[in-house]
C-alpha cells in the first residue's frame, strides 16, 4: 500500500498566451499583445490540475505563479478557481523582454522567496515558443531534479514515480522530493474556466504581487537575457486552394500535374554535397549527441563542419562515421549518465577552456541537457531552431514560434553559444573521407537523483522528422483501415502521422501525433487524409512543400490549407493517385 506523503505544498508555474488565430506583428515586428485574447497556456492547465488534484488528495496546498504583465492576472484567477489557493504575480516592468534563462531566474527567485515547496509543477512547455527549457532551468537554478513529460503519477511517501513521454520513447522513473516535474499533454485533464465575469469574483486578496526589488538586484528581464531577437518575419505560406470534384480520371491526372510542376515528386535533394573538408583554427563546437538518434547527431554535426567548425562530439558512436559526418574528436559518455549529470560534467570541463557553440538535438533528452547546461554557464540558449548561420562571430538560429507562424533570428550574446535543433530540418551531407576522429572519455559522476527502471519506444519518430512524403490520418479513416493505409504509404515510400484525436483514440502511437502539441514535419509532400483542416493540426505542416487534401466535406477548412484537394471518399481517391504516382504498386 502507498505511504500517505502528509500535506504537500505545491506550486503549479503557469504562462499565459495569447490565441494563435488573433496573433498579429507590430509595425517594430514585436508580438501586438493589446487587444488580443489571452489564455492560459494548454500545458499549464495541467500542471494546474495535477497541482490541486495532489494538494486534495494530501490535504496540502497548491499556489499558481506566473511571471507577466499586469493583464496576466487573469491566468491567476481562472488558477484559483479551479483549486489553488492563491497565486503569486511575478510582475514589474524591469521582467519585460526576458528569455528563458531570465524567465527562470525570477520564477527561481520567487519560488524560493516564498518556499518550501515539496513539488513545483509546471508545463511540458508552452505553445507560442516550444522551447521546454524552462521547466530544466528552474530545477537547476533550484538544485532539484526534473522529471520532465509527466503522463502518469503516483505519489509514496517522499517518492515520485512516474510514467514519461519523451518523444517516441517512454520512460519509468522515480525521484524524492522535493522535485521539479514537467506536465505532458495528457497527464489529467486541463483546468478550465474560461468566463472573465467568473474570474472577476476572485478575492484580490488571494493575489500577491511580487516586484523586481522584493526579488534581488537581478539583472532582470532583458538586461538578463543571454539571448536577443533580430528580425522576425511572419511565414503564412501561400497554399493554392485548387479544389476538384470527385475522384475521377481527370481529377487525378490534374493532382499529378500540380505535384510535378512544383516539384514534389522530385528525388530528394538533401544530400547533394560532400561534408565540408577538416579545417584548422575554426571555432570550436560540441554536438550532444543522444544515444540512439544518430539521423540528427548527423545533421548538427555537418552544419558545425559546414560553417568551419572544429567539431567535437559528446555522447557515442563510431568514430568512423563520426568523422565521415564532419566531426573532428569524440567525448565518450557512459550510458548511465543521465541528463542533469552530464550537464555538471560537462560544465565542469568547460569552465576553463569554454567553446564558441553547443548544439543539441531538440528532444526531451537535447533540451534538458542544453537547459541545464546553459543554466550551468549563463549562457544564451535558443530552442527548437530551424536553422543556423553565422554572422560575423556570431551564431544565428532560426526560431520558429506560434507553430511555425512566425520565424526570428536569435543571437546570443553570452562567450558560449547554444541551440536546440529540431530533429530532421537540416540537411545531411555525403560523408567526407577521414580518419577515424580520437576519443575521449568524459568523467561524470552519477548522483542518481532520477532513478530509471525501464525505457521503451512504441515508434521510432526520427523516421517522420526526415520522410519526405507523409500522409496524415483524420477521423475520416476508420482505424480498421490503417493497414490498407500503411500500403498506400509503402508504395509511395511515405510514412503515416495522425491528428491528435487520432492518437487520443490509440489508432496511432503518441509518436506519430502532428501539430500544436505534437511534431512539426516539412516534407516534401503531404497527402491528408480525412482531416477536417483545424489549425491545430495543420499548422505542424505549415512548412510542407506541397499539400495534398482528400476529404468528402465540401465545406470543412482543408482546403485553405491545401494546394490541390479532392473532394471525394479517401477509398476511391487515394488507391487512384497512388496509382497514379507509383504504377509499379499494384
Aim: net charge negative.
Amino acid at each position: 500500500m502507498p505511504t500517505p506523503p502528509g500535506p504537500l505544498r505545491v506550486a503549479a508555474l503557469v504562462k499565459q498566451i495569447p490565441k494563435f488565430e488573433d496573433m498579429r506583428l507590430g509595425e517594430d515586428g514585436r508580438l501586438v499583445r493589446d487587444g488580443v485574447e489571452l489564455h492560459l497556456n494548454d500545458y499549464c492547465r495541467r500542471a494546474v490540475r495535477a497541482g490541486c488534484d495532489l494538494a486534495t488528495a494530501t490535504g496540502g496546498s497548491c499556489t499558481a505563479i506566473t511571471l507577466g504583465p499586469p493583464e496576466a492576472h487573469t491566468a491567476l484567477r481562472e488558477a484559483i478557481l479551479c483549486g489553488c489557493v492563491g497565486g503569486l504575480h511575478v510582475c514589474d516592468p524591469a521582467f519585460a523582454g526576458s528569455d528563458t534563462l531570465a524567465t527562470a531566474r525570477a520564477l527561481a527567485a520567487a519560488l524560493e522567496a516564498n518556499g518550501p515547496w515539496d513539488v513545483v509543477l509546471c508545463g511540458r512547455n508552452s505553445v507560442d515558443a516550444d522551447t521546454g527549457q524552462v521547466p530544466a532551468q528552474v530545477a537547476e537554478l533550484l538544485g532539484l531534479p526534473l522529471l520532465a513529460g509527466v503522463r502518469e503519477l503516483d505519489v509514496d511517501g517522499r517518492t515520485v514515480r512516474a510514467l514519461l513521454e519523451h518523444d517516441d520513447e517512454w520512460v519509468r522513473a522515480e525521484v524524492e522530493l522535493p522535485a521539479v516535474l514537467s506536465c505532458a499533454e495528457r497527464l489529467c485533464d486541463p483546468c478550465k474556466v474560461k468566463d472573465p465575469e467568473a474570474w472577476a469574483t476572485v478575492d484580490g486578496d488571494l493575489l500577491t504581487s511580487v516586484s523586481a526589488a522584493e526579488l534581488g538586484p537581478g539583472p532582470w528581464g532583458q538586461d538578463g537575457s543571454p539571448t536577443s531577437v533580430g528580425e522576425v518575419r511572419l511565414l503564412d505560406v501561400a497554399r493554392a486552394g485548387e479544389r476538384l470534384e470527385g475522384a475521377g480520371p481527370e481529377a487525378i491526372e490534374r493532382v499529378a500535374e500540380v505535384l510535378e510542376r512544383r516539384g514534389a515528386l522530385d528525388e530528394p535533394t538533401s544530400l547533394t554535397s560532400t561534408v565540408a573538408p577538416p579545417t584548422t583554427g575554426g571555432p570550436a563546437v560540441l554536438v550532444l549527441a543522444e544515444r540512439g538518434r544518430d539521423p540528427v547527431t548527423a545533421e548538427l554535426v555537418g552544419a558545425a563542419a559546414g560553417i568551419g567548425a572544429t567539431t567535437t562530439v559528446v555522447g557515442d558512436g563510431d568514430p568512423g562515421t563520426l568523422a565521415g559526418q564532419g566531426a573532428d574528436a569524440l567525448l565518450k559518455v557512459e550510458p548511465h549518465v543521465d541528463e542533469e549529470d552530464l550537464a555538471a560534467a560537462l560544465a565542469g570541463l568547460v569552465a576553463d577552456d569554454p567553446p564558441w557553440a553547443v548544439l543539441a538535438p531538440g528532444t526531451a533528452w537535447g533540451r534538458q541537457v542544453a537547459a541545464r547546461l546553459a543554466t550551468r554557464l549563463g549562457a544564451g540558449l535558443t530552442g527548437d531552431a530551424v536553422g543556423l548561420d553565422t554572422r560575423g562571430d556570431r551564431l544565428v538560429a532560426l526560431k520558429p514560434a506560434f507553430g511555425g507562424r512566425l520565424v526570428a533570428e536569435i543571437t546570443c550574446s553570452s562567450p558560449v553559444q547554444m541551440a536546440t535543433v529540431r530533429p530532421g530540418v537540416l540537411p545531411r551531407p555525403l560523408p567526407r573521407a577521414a580518419d577515424p576522429v580520437p576519443v575521449v572519455d568524459l568523467r561524470a559522476t552519477a548522483t542518481g537523483r532520477v532513478r530509471v527502471f525501464e525505457r521503451w519506444r512504441d515508434d521510432d519518430a526520427d523516421l517522420l522528422a526526415n520522410a519526405e512524403v507523409v500522409i496524415g490520418v483524420g477521423q475520416g479513416v476508420e482505424p480498421g483501415d490503417l493497414p490498407l493505409l500503411q500500403r498506400y504509404a509503402d508504395a509511395l515510400g511515405a510514412e503515416l502521422c495522425a491528428t491528435r484525436k487520432v492518437t487520443d483514440a490509440g489508432w496511432m502511437p503518441r509518436a506519430r501525433q502532428v501539430g500544436i502539441t505534437g511534431h512539426s514535419i516539412a516534407p516534401r509532400l503531404y497527402v491528408a487524409v480525412g482531416t477536417s483542416g483545424r489549425f491545430n493540426h495543420t499548422v505542424g505542416v505549415r512548412q510542407a512543400g506541397t499539400i495534398v487534401g482528400i476529404n468528402q466535406d465540401p465545406d470543412c477548412e482543408l482546403w485553405e490549407w491545401c494546394d490541390v484537394g479532392l473532394v471525394a471518399d479517401w477509398r476511391a481517391a487515394l488507391p487512384a493517385l497512388v496509382e497514379r504516382l507509383a504504377p509499379s504498386s499494384g
